[in-house]
């Protein structure tokens, strides 16, 4: 009883302190202290996160004007109108490096399991923090290392019969129910390097080749720039489409003027498309370094065509088939910096990522920019999700610089290179 009559005075007490920080105002103001605290928290410390898939975008309303009724239906019916012209494809997977994970989606002491470029991969972190990449599967009988495999030290011990790899060359070092190990008995060991945020993979079809170096960020490794967010998606095309976008210096003005705020879709028809104008003026050539070719962007933006807002200035390195540099300088922002990989999931199925580094400060602007990077890549997207590779295109003096690129990316197909089949199921 004495326990009951306390908790009723402290229940009594509460609401009458709660009542008088209402009448003087107070309840109110730490109301509107703590909602401006998370808002503060979440421009400066939350990263962005945007992401969008070949099915999301091939079905916005879907078909008869139902959003997903049918979408397996459409995305089946345009991977086979992609077979119109598949003699004309490169191979799908060019030499050079791929960022294929993220170093933030695996920690020491675990693995994971990662399908691309026509392979499969288990990708693990060892207990002191390496990354090591090798194939999936278990010479033994098959087990997917990927998939429950555990890390002791560097090394990584099959879920099925606990035999353990090594990271650093794939070698068999303990078979646990035997003293005995087959000679020579190993998984391959994949060439890797991590740095600027991903995992990297040397994916070469011919074996003597080396790999180039991949060069390093000062900035981001040494935390100068923190992470701000980034951007995925998953394209239907030919991985040779998306870095070509560069060198097409007459579709920037084509899909890129009308405002960010217009959307990524259909942008011409949307009634925001007034409500700041951007303007481009582009240029794409090769390099000293056969491997990185340059693009050099100035980027206006205008309001009503007239009033010139901020320019920002971009240098964005093609670094070999499947890796971007952007740095993007601005008087009025600052710097910052973007990372593009695209990897082939399937042979016309590129996974593409954005991340985003700038100083602390600068968080709030690299929202926005966060938000118009994503709606401007959709709009590309939605051309790359519709078109066809062409070989042999017919171009204007005015596209030299895509005939450059082509001769310039011909570079990583090799002799080797795998090359498109058509399977009886009509998928690739």
């Not at 087959?182 to 790999?211: C, D, H, M």
């Not at 991949?214 to 980034?230: A, C, D, H, M, W």
């Not at 001769?407 to 795998?418: I, M």
Request: proline fraction near 5%; charged fraction near 20%; include cysteine.
């Amino acid at each position: 009883m004495e326990f009951l009559i306390k908790s009723v005075i402290n229940i009594r007490w509460l609401f009458d302190t709660i009542l008088r920080l209402v009448q003087s105002n107070y309840l109110i103001i730490l109301i509107v202290i703590g909602i401006i605290s998370v808002c503060l928290y979440w421009l400066f410390f939350v990263p962005l996160n945007w992401n969008k898939h070949v099915d999301d975008w091939l079905c916005q309303k879907g078909d008869n004007g139902y959003r997903g009724k049918y979408k397996c239906a459409t995305i089946n019916r345009l991977r086979k109108a992609r077979k119109v012209g598949a003699k004309e494809l490169p191979p799908p997977y060019p030499n050079g490096w791929y960022g294929i994970l993220e170093s933030s989606s695996i920690k020491p002491g675990e693995s994971t399991f990662v399908s691309c470029l026509g392979e499969q991969f288990v990708v693990f972190r060892s207990e002191e923090g390496t990354a090591f990449i090798l194939d999936a599967y278990c010479p033994h009988l098959g087990a997917n290392l990927g998939i429950g495999g555990r890390i002791n030290g560097d090394t990584i011990i099959c879920p099925f019969h606990q035999w353990s790899f090594q990271g650093t060359d794939g070698l068999c070092t303990n078979i646990p129910y035997s003293k005995n190990i087959p000679p020579a008995t190993r998984i391959r060991k994949w060439i890797s390097t991590e740095q600027n945020g991903f995992v990297f993979l040397w994916y070469n079809a011919e074996s003597s080749e080396l790999p180039w170096t991949l060069p390093i960020s000062p900035e981001v490794e040494n935390n100068g720039f923190v992470y701000q967010g980034r951007n995925e998606f998953l394209v239907n095309c030919h991985i040779q489409e998306i870095p070509e976008n560069g060198a097409d210096l007459a579709h920037f003005k084509a899909i890129h003027n009308e405002s960010i705020i217009a959307g990524g879709y259909n942008p011409k028809n949307s009634i925001f498309r007034w409500l700041g104008q951007h303007s481009w003026h582009a240029s794409w050539d090769y390099t000293r370094e056969k491997h990185i070719a340059e693009i050099r962007l100035k980027h206006s933006l205008k309001f009503y065509q007239k009033i010139n807002l901020f320019e920002i200035d971009v240098v964005g390195k093609q670094i070999g088939p499947a890796f971007v540099h952007l740095t993007l300088k601005s008087s009025i922002f600052g710097e910052c910096q973007i990372f593009q990989t695209v990897t082939p999931i399937e042979p016309l199925v590129q996974k593409v990522v954005h991340r985003f580094y700038a100083t602390r400060k600068m968080s709030p602007i690299l929202k926005i920019l966060i938000y118009g990077e994503s709606v401007m890549f959709e709009r590309d997207m939605n051309m790359w999700n519709q078109k066809l590779y062409r070989k042999s295109p017919i171009l204007v003096p005015e596209d030299a610089s895509i005939k450059k690129f082509r001769k310039w990316y011909a570079q990583f197909y090799t002799e080797n290179s795998k090359v498109f089949g058509l399977r009886d199921n009509n998928d690739w």
